[in-house]
């Protein structure tokens, strides 16, 4: 009998040490806690970005870099305004030249980069383009990306997975050495969400955007368009954004909701990036 009681209270500990809950009440596996997955973005955003830099690859075109900063502040103001312990994160966003990857993401605590191939294939109005960039700050926000490096890190499979996706989409590191977790970092922006996790995104990025001032129709059209792009192959954007059931219809639906934010007549903030 004695055992009886050690091993479920054990088993309840683990439960409440690894479970965690979004900002839309669903349960999330939490092996990594948010401020670690945090801590460990941060290097691994930079030791991801610095062999780009070194290359010119980051934010060589200053017409498309203030265009796209220009957009993400006025979605981090509001980000901050509706998740205030977001305040104190160091927020970033970088440009990367690679016209053929369509792909933007956002690691946790809010260090995101998009890719030129996304903006030239795509062709995002402003509103489309903040559709793209709230639907990954609310990834973060509703740290799914601590969720897919906990993921990442519960499996073996997972591990070996990560470094076959990290060969095979040729996102060397220079040679810079990653700690565990910054790899899982690293490695969980190239990995698919689950579509609840898309839905979660899908919600809070289309609200974001409207506080931010942008049109919550553009939400439905970024979808089409990107899906009439890639040809053979699918923009690796849609391979790590798997669609939800309906996603456009939801979208459409959603719209007039959010509407009354987008048409607020008043002054929206930039964040300085
Ligand atoms: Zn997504």
Not at 188 to 208: C, F, K, Q, V
């Amino acid at each position: 009998m004695k055992h009886f009681k050690i091993i479920p209270s054990f088993l309840l500990v683990l439960f409440f040490t690894a479970c965690a809950t979004s900002p839309t009440g669903r349960n999330q596996l939490m092996l990594v806690s948010p401020d670690e997955a945090i801590f460990a973005s941060r290097e691994a955003y930079v030791k991801a970005l610095s062999p780009l830099a070194t290359d010119g690859k980051i934010d060589n075109n200053p017409v498309v870099s203030n265009r796209v900063k220009q957009i993400t502040g006025r979605l981090i103001t509001q980000a901050i305004e509706t998740y205030p312990h977001t305040s104190n994160w160091e927020w970033s966003v970088k440009v990367i030249d690679d016209p053929e990857m369509v792909n933007a993401w956002c690691m946790a605590g809010g260090k995101m980069a998009i890719y030129t191939g996304l903006l030239n294939k795509v062709q995002p109005t402003d509103d489309e383009l903040a559709q793209v960039m709230g639907h990954e700050i609310s990834h973060a926000l509703a740290n799914h990306t601590a969720e897919k490096m906990s993921m990442a890190m519960a499996s073996q499979m997972g591990m070996s997975a990560l470094s076959i996706v990290l060969s095979t989409t040729g996102y060397g590191y220079g040679g810079l050495t990653m700690t565990g977790a910054e790899l899982a970092a690293a490695t969980a922006i190239h990995l698919p969400n689950s579509r609840t996790a898309e839905e979660e995104a899908d919600r809070m990025g289309i609200e974001l955007a409207a506080k931010a001032g942008y049109n919550p129709d553009a939400a439905a059209t970024l979808w089409q368009k990107m899906g009439k792009v890639g040809g053979d192959s699918p923009p690796e954007f849609l391979s790590t954004h798997p669609a939800p059931s309906n996603r456009q219809e939801t979208l459409r639906k959603l719209a007039p909701q959010v509407k009354h934010y987008y048409q607020e007549k008043k002054v929206r903030p930039v964040y300085p990036l």
